[in-house]
């Protein structure tokens, strides 16, 4: 079993902590995504995960054994670990097969074993027919894919990805995604993903790690993190959260009932809520829609709506809290006039927990 | 106990990554290369200088260099260096200005015929240019013209050291003051039109103030090199009389030989401040208000119109008389049999190169020994620069700093204080090995491989800067050590850049004559002080051959080099346009 453990790892660099006390479990064959806005601290996680860096504080264990800390370090080409670089890395001067049996050349593998290897990862990518070619001639997803295979062809314990889907364009990027997913299954490897895209890490990763300057806020699987987010920057980061404040906070059972600009909502809170007077509310754009007629809802003064073709975007402000903009979507087909007063119901929402 | 505990964590911290063992070997033996060719010689040289006997000794110092001919060849020195730059500076502008802003034609065979001297040993130019110019001159004869018989040749004078200073020196003004001028963002000159300024206003208020630091980068290049020139001071000021610092240490280390060396290094310690003051001074200037700017400029053409015609006339009038006079008088020269004799089919000979290839045993064994010594000199050098840049680009750190320094320092100091620390540094016997290599072949190697470091290191730090270190990444991930990747990753990657650096050693070292003019002794001359040796001894004729056959190794060097250009990296090759 490689189990990768972090436990209270710190790195800092010219006296700022870039990552601050990061403690996770990673179970062997787990696909993971480590996501965070850029400069959080995800790419130092990274190096230090492939031992390109030193720790300050704190220690990686690969399976049993300790590889990072602050005394020792093993370095990359003795860790068994593989990577997809973010620009692929593919060396320009040998072949797509030199490329991907490199790894095997400098473990000492017979030639047949070599060959055999490279053809079988290069297979698993779909490029077996272009082991001959020169890294230059390939496409970008074609470049991708190399670097897949030559991480799979090391047969590393750990296969680390630094954003491999960035310089993709939009149709690639949806293709690739699958093909990682399929990769995955396929190898059963421990995979861990490092991503700014939050859609890619949604539909990817068994859980998802999510950074804030330098910290580890949320570690959960990704229909947690939407759901329950526990802060304010999870909330907003995930599916384009929305975070409302909340009065007169009264737990029920596994729900609460909170009072949202004055009219009592019961919403989805976790068991050990507390009664607190303020508390901020998650709401997902798909759980707030224009009350029907009859319905009571909160007051809003329009400010822009947005055709978006199969539905309305509709930006507006909160009578009762005039400096807090939301969005709703609402039916392609309702004309709503700019400056005009809607009614606001929420069907759904998570009480955000408040912060240890 | 506490306090080595404490020592160990200090140490930890100092070296936080725990490198494998190769690394460290690799980066420990490039320490002892640096320390034992750059920095213990110039320190031994700074010691012998302040303190001959052991003891810090400034009144000997003050004494010797209040003495009237050190000040002579002191302010010589200064006067020549600051006027040749001066000229240096306005030539080099005019010629980049004119190929990079204007619509001039035939620019790429202009700007190679301008920078060419630069690549032509200056003892070889000095020579063209004196018999170019000589009563007897062949060329001159050819053209009907003559200098009046009798009285000083017109060049062995301070104006003809300065002339030929400015000349030689124009081209490193021109390739700093080009590079800057094609850094100018568009929008900059576009701005100024568009705010109604024309073309010769833009020049003047835009474009030169804006290419400031490049202009003064390139001063500083030819101040340090025209304080440093040996062959023109040598060939034109030793006749005219006219000492500076280095003929003085060069005539002095002749009359006295070794005894001579601690008053030499005082003289020499006197040239590296004066060097160093220069730089200090132009980088100075340049930089004050730095208005920096870099951009991907377009190409500015203004267009000379009519004037265009008198412009190109003009460009090549100065090409011809600069470069292609001289050197047919040099051709010229050497293919007659004595100095003076006109030439005709009737005197045309070839005995000359005959000699100087086959018979006489001595420019025969010079040249083959200037050869060997620079093979060797680039073979060790390319290795030793495709590790130092590796470290100095991807590692960095204090230790590498220093060792980047000095061999920066070994470069830039004129060459001849670097022999002087030389001799100072290996007159004694070696440790272990017993004997010394003064007066040996290998004294010469060792200054060699300290001067040029610095030249064959440039372009690879400039390969690296352009790969992405991900690629030396990916084949640690793949778990290759140090010297694999080195040998699988990086060298094939950067082998382009290294074979640049190794061409440029080549073209220098071969005919170089800075160093080695201390250095040589009876049984062992390279080819670089044969054309002053020969010039002095009288054999004009055989002087102006060996000078021929230099230029043609350079021009051959050039050629092999310009066909291999498209696998170098852009900007190498100083000739291209």
Known sequence: ?356 | MALIAMEKVEERRRLPALLPKAEWVVLGLLVIFVAGLSFAPLLRLAITAIAPAGVIDLGHVAELLWKKKVLTASTNTLVVALLSTLLAMVLGTVAAALTVLTDMRFKTAWVFAFVLPLMIPPQVTALAWVQAFSPSSPVLGLLGLSLHDGGRHPLYSPGGIILLLGFYHAPLVFLTVRAALRRLPAELVEAARAAGATSWPLIFTIILPLARAGLFAGAALAFVSSISNFGIQAMLGIPARYPTLITLIYQQMNSYGPSALADMAVLALLLSILTIVGVAISGWLGQRGDVRVDGIGRSLEIRLGRWRPIVEAVSWLFIVLTMALPLSALVATSVVTGFGQELSWKTLTLVNYANALVHQASIRNAFLTSLLLTSITVAILMIVSLFMAYFIVWKRGPLVRVLHLFSELTYALPGIILAVAMILFFLRPLPVLGFSIYGTVWIILAAYLSSFLALALRPVLGGFAQIDRAMEEAAQVAGAGFLARMRDVIIPLVAPAAVAGGVMVFMSALNEIQVSILLVSSNVRTIGPMVVFLEEGGSSTLAAAVGCLMIAAVLILMLAATCFSRYLPKGVLPWQN
């Open chain 1, 1 to 356: 079993m490689a189990d990768i453990v972090i436990s209270d790892l710190s790195k800092m660099y010219g006296g700022k902590r870039v990552l601050d006390r990061v403690a996770m479990h990673i179970v062997d064959g787990e696909f993971i995504a480590v996501l965070g806005p850029s400069g959080c601290g995800k790419t130092t996680l990274l190096r230090l995960l492939a031992g390109f860096e030193t720790p300050d504080e704190g220690t990686i264990q690969l399976g049993d054994r300790i590889v990072s800390s602050r005394e020792a370090n093993v370095p990359p080409e003795k860790r068994n670990i593989g990577i997809v670089f973010q620009n692929y890395a593919l060396w320009p001067h040998m072949s797509v097969a030199d490329n991907v049996g490199y790894a095997l050349k400098i473990a000492g593998a017979s030639t047949q074993e070599r060959l055999q290897r490279s053809r079988d990862a290069l297979a698993v990518v779909g490029m077996e027919n272009l082991a001959e070619r020169a890294p230059s001639d390939l496409s970008g997803g074609q470049r991708q894919r190399v670097a897949l295979a030559r991480c799979l062809a090391a047969k590393p314990s750990v296969m680390l990805l630094d954003e491999p889907l960035a310089n993709l364009d939009v149709h690639l990027r949806a293709a690739m995604e699958n093909e990682f997913v399929r990769f995955h299954r396929h190898t059963g490897a421990t995979m861990v993903y490092i991503t700014h895209d939050q859609s890619e890490a949604m539909a990817l990763a068994d859980r998802i790690a999510v950074i804030d300057r330098g910290r580890l806020v949320q570690f959960d699987r990704p229909r947690d993190l939407y759901r329950e987010p526990q802060s304010e920057m999870v909330a907003r980061f995930i599916g384009n959260g929305q975070v409302l404040p909340v009065q007169d906070v009264r737990p029920d059972a596994d729900a609460a009932i909170v009072s949202i600009f004055g009219k009592d909502h019961r919403v989805r809170a976790r068991r050990s809520e507390q009664v607190r007077s303020s508390a901020r509310l998650s709401v997902h754009t798909s759980a707030m829609r224009l009350a029907q007629p009859g319905e009571d809802g909160f007051a809003g003064k329009v400010e822009r709506v947005i055709y978006r073709g199969n539905h309305s975007q509709v930006d507006f402000l909160v009578t009762a809290e005039p400096d807090l903009q939301l969005t709703l979507h609402a039916p392609a087909d309702v004309a709503i006039p700019s400056d005009d007063t809607i009614q606001v119901c929420i069907s759904d929402g998570w009480v955000i927990p408040a912060a240890a």
